[in-house]
């Protein structure tokens, strides 16, 4: 468990699927993704990111705000191949209401510090669409440096579609250190 100020950083339960499974049938949470996820399709992510942070001892954990469900933040390993990978990312999704407050970047700075001290990380990214400007808001706001020769298409993401090109920003162990 990780906690900031504000938040709790923590493993998933059972009672985190409700709000989990609202918050990606949420076509404006899920707009920079390529659909909306059904329940089922929630659920199963929502298996796979616990048994990651089983197997691995890191990954998305549940975010709590006052107690609440608010969704996720934290490192994974993304299970395509790139140009950038094997890697670790950081990434986030929050629910509609938790949008505004400061939180992705609370959590995310969390499991960056996590990352580079505990796990002795030497590099993180981070990816999103080309208009997700909110989540690339919050990467610059992490310390991450993009290089527009490293953007790249997503391969999951259908060829023509808008979210097919994708930026990346990384942050240097070192680079964290000298901002903390």
Known sequence: MIQTERLVLRRWREADKDPFAA???????MEH???VLSRAESDA???RIAADI????????AVEADGAFI????????RFTAAF?????????????????GYATEA???ALGDGFTRLGLT???????????????????????????EDFDHPAVAEGSPLRRHVLYRISAERWHRGS
């Open 23 to 29: 918050l990606n049938a949420d076509p404006a949470v």
């Open 33 to 35: 993704f390529p659909a």
């Open 45 to 47: 992510m929502a298996d």
């Open 54 to 61: 089983a197997d691995r001892g890191f990954g998305l954990w």
């Open 71 to 78: 969704g996720f933040t934290g490192l994974s390993v993304p």
């Open 85 to 101: 990978t094997p890697c670790v990312e950081i990434g986030w999704r929050l629910a509609r209401h938790a949008w505004g407050h």
């Open 108 to 110: 995310a700075t969390a």
């Open 123 to 149: 590099e993180v990214v981070s990816f999103t669409a080309v208009p997700n400007l909110r989540s690339q808001a919050v990467m610059r706001r992490l310390g991450m440096s993009h290089d527009p020769a």
